[in-house]
Structures are given as C-alpha cells and as structure tokens.
C-alpha cells in the first residue's frame, strides 16, 4: 500500500519553527554559496583560457617552455614553421600565421595604484585573423610598424594610460592605444597587442616567443606536429592552441578547486551538524504527534521519510538561497595572477546548470545526512513512550 | 446482548511487566475478560494500575508479555509490527486525554490523517470529513487550527478523527481529564451517541466516577488485577 505523509504537512513544521528553520536553512545557504561561488570561479576561469584557443589553431613554442613568456623561437625556425605544408592561406594569398614576441611590462592600477604584470603580445598582420572571437569594438587596429597599440576591454578599464587616446611609456618610447578589443571574455581581453617588429627593436629581441597558425585541414594536425617535433633543425613544441590554454589554467584551477572544496568540506560539517541539532529537536518536541501518528497507523518508514524529507527541504531552501546570492557573483569579475603567464587574468563567476544541479544535490546531501539520524531515532520511538512523553 | 457472536475483545491470561533500571515493575498479571461487541466499558482504578497499559494493549500500541489477546477475531498480540499499524488504522479509533491533534493541521486535516492511509480519493475523503466535523458539531470550524479551539471542541474534533474510518472499537484513555464539567459532558455524550448510534464499542479509561457512569459496566483495576463491577 502506497501511504505517504502530506509534504504539506511536512513543510509546514518547518514554516512553524521560523527561526530555527532559518538559522538552519541560513547556515546552509551560506555553504551551498561558497561551494557555488568557487564552482563559478573555476568555470569562469577554464572558460577564458579555455576560450582564448581556437580548436584549429595551432601554437609553437619552444619544447617544453611550457608558457608563451618561458618560450623562444628564433627568426630561422619560425620561417620553416611558417611554410609548412599544412598552414592554411589566407584570401591574399599569404600563411595564415603569427610570428609573436610577449613581454611583459608593469603598470599601475587605476584602482589602487599598485603596479601590475600585463602582458604585450606583438602580433603579425595575421594575428587578428587567427582570432576571430577578436573584435576591435572601439578605436581601430594599430598601423603596422607604428608604435600604436590596442588594448583588451579589462586592461584598458583597470590601467592608467591603457584606455583609448591614452599613452604608455614602455621601452623608451611612447605607444598610444588607437583601439579597444573585446576578446569575448578570453584571456586576450587581459592583454595589449602592438606590432611585433616594433615591439622586438624597442625591447632589443631577436627571437619572437611562439608561431600562431591555422590548420587548412584539423586532421592534419598530427602529421604536423611529428614533423615539426622530430625535426633536429627545431626544438620546437606543436600544441593545439585549446589544449594549450587549457593547461595554462590547470594550476590555478586546481588551486581554486582544492581551496574551495576544503572550504566547503570544513564549513558543512558546520551545516550538517546544524542540521542535525535542528531534527533532533524536531523529533523531541514532536514525540507525542510521531506517536500518534504510528498509533493511527502510520508505519515506522513514514515516519522515517517524513522527517528525511523534513530534513532535504530544509537543505533544499539552504541550496536556492545560497544559489541565489551566488547567482549575483556573475556581476563581478575577478582579476588574478595568473602564476603560469606571471600576468594579470581577469575573469568572472560563471554560473551554468551544472553548477546549479551540483550545488542544489550537495545542498541536499547535506540535509540528508544531517536528517538521517534524527529520522532514524523518530522512527525509532515507541508508540507508548513517545504517547508519554507530554 | 442478545446475539451469541464472539465477544469483540477476548483476553486471557494477560501478563504484562516493564522493566525499569534492572528492575522488573509486573503491571498486569494473568488478567482475562470479554468486552461483548456494542458495548461500552469504563475502565477504572488508582493511578499507576494498569488502565493505560491495558489499553494499550488492547488497542495493539503494546505488545503483552505472555497470554492471548483477541480483538475482532485477531490474535493482535502475535502480528508483525507492520501487520498491526496496518491493522490499527482498520480497526481501531483513539482518543487521548490531550487530544493528541498535529498543531500545524486544520481541524479538517486533522480528521482526515487517517483516511490518508485508505484508498479513499480526495473527493471521497472530503465528503466523509465534512459529515464527521459536522456530526461532532464543528462545521464552522473546518479550518481552525487546533490552538485557535477550546479544549472541548479540539477534543471533539478527536473524536472525529478517531471514528472516521469507522472502526471496530474506540479506545479513550481519560478522554475528559482535562476538560471542564460542561465540556466533558459534550464529550461524554457524544461517546454515548457513537456508541449507541453507531454501534461503537467504547473502551475508556478514567478515574472519575462521575464520567464512568456513562458507560454500560465498569471495570476496575486493582494492583494490576480486575475485578468486575456491573452497573
Ligand atoms: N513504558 C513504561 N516503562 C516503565 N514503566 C511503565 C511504562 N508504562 C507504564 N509503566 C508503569 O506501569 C504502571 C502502570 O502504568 P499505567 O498503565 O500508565 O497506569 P494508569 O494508567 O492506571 O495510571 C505504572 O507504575 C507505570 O509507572
Ligand atoms: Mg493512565
């Protein structure tokens, strides 16, 4: 026989002890937002690195430079890349390739004053190309050999000199910044891109740091990669630039995440003991109904499911509100060192359904695990001593 | 009672005891009697006699240390835990001396928990709730909740509650003990009228005289053994 206790009847001891029911629900909330948050953060994260490689792009630098600031390739080796057969043409013509220098230089924040590492990346005429989530949304492109620069949306709101019309001073020289680009929230909204010529006179480099190109074909992407990695004239990494940025981001994630989860981890302990006092004195002041309840005929599992669910609705509201106040994170961004680049990163919380199910399903562990005890006990009682107990 | 039917409860050598810290407290020993079917029986005797727990007993909520214990041709004392919450929510109505209503349910609610483990549909249990509030005199009080009622009426609506899956035998343990005189006079004959009316055997606990002589016959319990007083 299929008997089960209302939810309406459930939910409404919890509405009946108001203030319990919101300090409990409270302190979970609270766990699901750090838990949500740091999810979000992770996301947001793998989502701009992840996001600044194109799946047929193709990066090269030097065998196990791991970064584009660790790496170098000089002028010799870039030249046999560049020609390879499995580059693309672009419509005039020419390889659809980047020969890129990075340097980094420091400068002061418009908030607090403080410098910063920002990355520079001299790009060839292709290197917009390459990217098309790229977009120059203010301003134009720079002149090539001229000392103009663009400078990506995050950098140009949180430096001194890097918005539009504005000056820098690097190298001896002075560049000014003709155009915004918005890289579509990837890591290239974090950077300044100039003419990689006049960047490598200015900062007296003979070597470019990596070769940016598009595949004409994604399958061939193997057969480039073992040639150019077994040729002895090179000493050169091919990696698809995705799968590049990707690890680029692996040690702060993994931070984030190991940071986040312990958090999470420490603080629930706290909610689900929370819980537990909470249905443990649920069931004490309601032995009376709880042996009414058997002696109309409910059946111990009833009552076990009643209180459980009692127990899962209070880690269900703990889980909206806590997603709730996390899903107002999504106004911020974070800006961060990026250890792997020693640049600046700025990224934001991202929140998606996955997020949302992880959440919402530790949310209701948390309750269930708090509630299981108390269920067991309620389920545990006496008929009698529990019809005693007034 | 002119037909010979079974009596409806039929005890025999019932033994019960609770064990208290290593000591063993005997509450009842080697009782037996019959309750005849219709009838309606007050249960008297000094505090801490056994009337609660021979209730108890009766109505399957406890479980007796050795004897028979037969209600309604069901030998109740060697059923299954399930088999006999199963067999309470068929056979039996209880009513308590505090009134035992859940506070965050309606008056409406409140009668209509037990029709929730039948196959009864909503429509059907609506329909039945409406008649058994309005049978104990609360048609205006449908959705009340138990502490916006007097005393009496959330006892009335106990009643309600006990008969509305329309049970075998009801069983009150001091169903007026904290009522006022009027009120349990509402209560008591109310008992009469279910018992009269409807056919309902009635088992009541109580210690006072003057709520016993309600009943048919009375029983008292005496250091854990009976002894039979008729009207
Ligand atoms: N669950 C129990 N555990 C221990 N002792 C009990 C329990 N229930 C009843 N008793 C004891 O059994 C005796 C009879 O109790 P009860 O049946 O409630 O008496 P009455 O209802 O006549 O006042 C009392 O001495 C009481 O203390
Ligand atoms: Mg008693």
């Known amino acids: ?390 | 009672m002119e037909d010979f039917t079974e009596p409806i409860v039929q005890i025999r050598q019932l033994t019960k005891s609770y064990r208290r810290g290593g000591q063993i407290i005997s509450v009842l020993t080697n009782i037996s009697f019959d309750i005849n079917s219709g009838e309606f029986i007050a249960l008297m005797g000094p505090s801490g006699s056994g009337k609660s727990t021979l209730l108890n007993l009766i109505a399957g909520i406890d479980k007796p240390d050795s004897g028979s214990l037969k209600v309604n041709g069901r030998d109740i004392a060697t059923l299954s835990e399930a088999d006999l919450a199963d067999w309470r929510a068929a056979n039996v109505g209880f009513i308590f001396q505090f009134y035992n209503l859940m506070p965050v349910l309606t008056a409406f609610e409140n009668v209509e928990l037990p029709l929730l483990l039948t196959r009864l549909s909503r429509d059907q249990r609506q329909e039945r709730v409406e008649l058994a509030l309005s049978m104990v005199g609360l048609t205006d009080r449908v959705e009340h909740y138990p502490s916006e009622l007097s005393g009496g009426q959330q006892q009335r609506v106990a009643i309600a509650r006990a008969f509305i899956t329309d049970p075998v035998i009801l069983v009150a343990d001091e169903p007026t003990g904290d009522l006022d005189r009027a009120s349990a006079d509402d209560i008591l004959a109310m008992l009469q009228r279910l018992n009269r009316e409807m056919g309902k055997t009635i088992i009541m606990v109580t210690h006072d005289p003057y709520a016993a002589k309600s009943a048919h016959s009375i029983r008292h319990l005496e250091k854990g053994e009976l002894d039979v007083t008729n009207q």
Do not use: C, H
């Open chain 1, 1 to 390: 026989m299929y008997i089960s206790i209302p939810l309406s009847y459930i939910w409404r001891n919890l509405i009946a002890r108001k203030l319990t029911t919101l300090l409990t629900a409270g302190g979970m909330a609270l766990v699901v937002f750090v838990f949500a948050t740091v999810l979000m953060l992770e996301e947001g994260l793998r989502k701009t690195l992840v996001e600044t490689g194109s799946p047929d792009n193709v990066i090269i630098t030097r065998r196990s430079a791991g970064t584009e600031v660790q790496s170098v390739v000089d002028r010799d080796q870039a030249a046999i890349v560049e020609n390879q057969p499995e580059v693309a043409y672009s419509t005039n013509g020419l390889r659809l390739a980047s020969k890129e220098t990075i340097v980094l230089i420091s400068l002061a924040k418009r908030s607090s004053d403080k410098a910063s590492n920002v990355l520079i990346r001299g790009v060839g005429q292709k290197g917009i190309e390459l990217r098309p989530q790229v977009e120059i949304v203010e301003g134009r492109m720079f002149r090539p050999g001229s000392t103009e620069i663009i400078a990506g949306k995050s950098v140009a709101e949180r430096y001194y000199g890097a918005g539009i019309g504005e000056t820098l001073r690097f190298g001896q020289r002075e560049w000014t910044v003709v155009g915004i680009m918005d890289a579509g929230k990837t890591g290239f909204d974090s950077e300044i891109w100039g003419d990689v010529d006049q960047l490598m006179q200015t900062f007296r480099r003979p070597v470019y740091s990596s070769v940016i190109l598009k595949l004409n074909d994604p399958a061939a992407f193997s057969a480039l990669k073992t040639r150019i990695e077994t040729d002895p004239r090179l000493t050169l990494e091919v990696k698809l630039e995705s799968v590049f940025y990707a690890e680029q981001s692996q040690l702060l994630a993994n931070f984030i995440r190991y940071l986040g989860m312990m958090l999470s981890i420490i603080f629930s302990i706290g909610a689900i003991i929370g819980a537990m006092i909470t249905m443990y004195a649920s069931v004490a002041n309601r032995a009376t109904e709880i042996g009414t309840m058997r002696a109309l005929g409910f059946r111990r599992n009833n009552i076990l499911s009643a209180f459980l669910l009692e127990a899962l609705m209070l880690g269900a509201a703990g889980g909206v509100v806590g997603l709730v106040l996390a899903s107002f994170m999504q106004f911020f961004t974070i800006s961060t060192m990026n250890w792997q680049s020693f640049s600046e990163l700025a990224f934001s919380f991202t929140l998606n359904i996955a997020i949302i199910t992880k959440s919402l399903a530790f949310a209701l562990i948390m309750g269930g695990v708090g509630g299981f005890l108390p269920a067991a006990r309620a389920a545990g009682l006496n008929i009698v001593d529990s019809l005693r107990a007034v």
